[in-house]
């Protein structure tokens, strides 16, 4: 040996032990602040926690920190090196080159990489509110030197046509991502219910009134020209607390009276013949089919109202939406004691299912966790329609997306009925019958 076991030996030990555990330090560090929760910081953050905040600042200049932190990691794990190599080539000549590769890259691996970082992984939050300042203060240091770096870096890579900007993360996109992994609720069933609804609340932006409105040929309305207490009495057998009334046609309508007003109204009158619903009819009013939920859950709040009606872009009358239709999205079918709860979708024994022509995409995705696609159409009519090109005949099977659908009743051109099956539980060669 070249070398005594004298206080030499043991201050390069020490130094290469501190440089590890820098390095570890670094590397936990970069685990936590990137795998942050940053929904939590920020809520720690509005709630006046000064770590949180510094937390915040040190995402929101990520490249910054990133560059320290790897500039930093490089900086002492080549020191330790070079010290470890220094030390073992002075006691073993030659092949101590061979040995500070072998143990620095076990002791790196273990100690400075694997180990903090898993740590780092299972404990971001209250890893990365605890050495915050010292990294805030590290990055600062270190950011003449990486700012350098990172020109030289995004100039190469400008030379070979690749443009480094910003990354533009999608608040959205993560928000959807975190609730795809939600786990709530006392089952199953009650996680997937609380994750379409928070999802729906996502795709109120999106989706169109179309898509959610009562069509007209569903929507109940009332001649305002015939006598006034037959109009009386269909209004008041009516389940609805909002009804249009029209004039000669159904498109030409003229008003909507709330059963509410009417009953005030009758309260002041002696006899129906006396009364003059022209006095408490509101004017209708008319919204693009085009408007996005939002925008019309918006409307319905600023104007203090819950119900408009909906029309084409060539301002013809198509239906209606209200309050209740938009709330729906978000939660699901709304029964109060007045409703009827007729449900469009009927489960079978075999695992089928019959549902109406006129049910929802997106109900039947909400129901059974699918993921049917809804751009193009909006119900199960419109599906089969769209796929196929044509008006299926009854008793025809088609399948798509998995499952397969079955024509059970028609009216004219209309889809009234269509069974649902998955296509694992069927002999889809048997079925299926060609257009």
């Known amino acids: 040996m070249k070398m005594d076991l004298d206080l030499t030996f043991w201050l390069y030990v020490l130094a290469i032990f501190v440089l590890i555990l820098l390095s570890a330090f670094f590397s936990g560090s970069e685990t936590a602040l990137t795998s942050i929760s940053k929904a939590k910081i920020h809520n720690l953050a509005k ?5 949180a905040q510094a937390v915040n600042n040190l995402i929101d200049n990520k490249d910054k920190m990133l560059g320290g932190l790897l500039l930093g990691n490089n900086i002492v794990n080549i020191l330790s090196s070079a010290l470890a190599t220094s030390l073992l080539t002075s006691i073993f000549g030659g092949t101590g080159v061979a040995l ?6 076990l002791l790196i691996l273990i100690f400075a990489e694997v180990l903090p970082k898993t740590y780092a992984m299972y404990h971001h939050d209250k890893m990365a509110l605890s050495i915050v300042h010292v990294i805030s203060f590290i990055v600062f240091v270190l950011s003449p030197i990486t700012k350098g770096i990172l020109l030289v870096v995004r100039i190469i890579l400008r030379v070979f046509g690749v443009k480094i900007d910003r990354l533009a993360v999608s608040s959205e996109e993560e928000l959807r991502g975190a609730i795809d992994l939600h786990q709530g609720g006392d089952s199953e069933k009650e996680s997937i219910e609380e994750r379409h609804m928070l999802k729906s609340i996502l ?9 959610v409105m009562t069509h007209r040929k569903n929507v109940v309305m009332f001649d305002f020209d015939q006598p006034i207490d037959s109009l ?13 009334l029209c004039q000669d046609k159904t498109d030409n309508i003229i008003g909507v009276v709330h059963v509410k007003d009417l009953l005030k109204l009758l309260s002041k009158k002696e006899t129906i013949t006396q ?3 022209r006095g408490i009819m509101s004017e209708p009013w008319f919204i693009p089919e085009k408007t996005t939920l939002f925008d019309q859950l918006q409307a319905f709040r600023e104007r203090h109202e819950h119900f408009s009606l909906v029309v084409d872009e060539y301002g013809e009358y198509q239906g209606i939406i209200t309050l209740e239709d938009i709330l ?3 939660v699901g079918d709304i029964f109060d004691e007045h409703d009827k709860e007729e449900l469009d979708i009927v489960i079978s024994k075999d695992g089928s299912m019959v549902v109406d ?3 929802t995409i997106r109900d039947l995705n909400r129901k059974n966790d699918w993921e049917l696609p809804d751009e193009d159409y909006s119900t199960v009519a419109g599906l089969l329609l769209y796929e196929t090109g044509s008006i299926p005949e009854k008793n025809q099977i088609f399948a798509f997306y998995g499952l397969t659908f079955e024509v059970l009743e028609k009216q004219k051109n209309q889809i009234v009925s269509i069974k649902i ?15």
């Open 47 to 51: 709630y006046g926690n000064k770590r």
């Open 100 to 105: 500070a590769t072998l143990i620095m890259t």
């Open 203 to 211: 795709d109120l932006a999106d989706v169109e009134v179309e898509a």
């Open 232 to 244: 009386i009495e269909e209004i008041s057998n009516a389940d609805f607390s909002r009804i249009p």
């Open 275 to 277: 009364l003059d619903l």
């Open 328 to 330: 729906e999205e978000i």
């Open 357 to 359: 022509g006129t049910t």
């Open 421 to 435: 099956k998955r296509m694992d539980d069927v002999s889809v060669e048997a079925e299926i019958k060609s257009l």
